[in-house]
């Protein structure tokens, strides 16, 4: 008895969210990304400045860092990037922006977003917010109101309904 009880929870369907919902969790999640960048540079890019160079004399001293050195070094920070919406989106379906906004991420089933799902939107988003907002804008088109990254990936942003 117990165990159907559960399977009919998970077949609760909520709505998709909406653009207004979605960026307002961006924004509070987009401080906490600036905490994992300041991060990242303290323990990582200015310790191995520092190791090469030294101090800085002026600006022109830091332009010298080798270019390989510095491709490495911005794909280690999208990692890290990517990284904290891996792990929030594969624990519990929500980052904090989403969670202070009620939004969950989930399969179409009601399931948590699977490791390649959770890894290819990590990915897919920036580029849908870098292109002009347009993968963003899709959700605005009916009937899905899915972002682009949604429907490439097969997952789906829910509204959850509020907490008593």
Known sequence: MNQDKTASTNLITYPIAGLTRRIAAMVYDLFLLAAIVMAYALTVITPLRFAFYGMPNSDSQWAGFPLMAN?????????????????????????????????????????????????????????????????????LIPPNRECLHDRLTSTK???LPKSK
Do not use: D
């Not at 922006?97 to 799902?117: D, F």
């Open 71 to 139: 491709i490495a070094l911005m794909i280690g920070l999208a990692f890290m990037l990517c990284g904290y919406f891996f792990i929030c989106w594969r624990k519990q379906g929500q980052t904090m922006g989403m969670k202070a906004w009620r939004l969950k991420l989930q399969q179409s089933s009601g399931e948590l977003a699977t490791v390649g799902q959770c890894w290819q939107r990590s990915l897919l988003a920036p580029v849908s917010l870098a292109c002009f907002g347009l993968g963003y804008l899709w959700c």
């Open 157 to 159: 942003v829910v509204t």
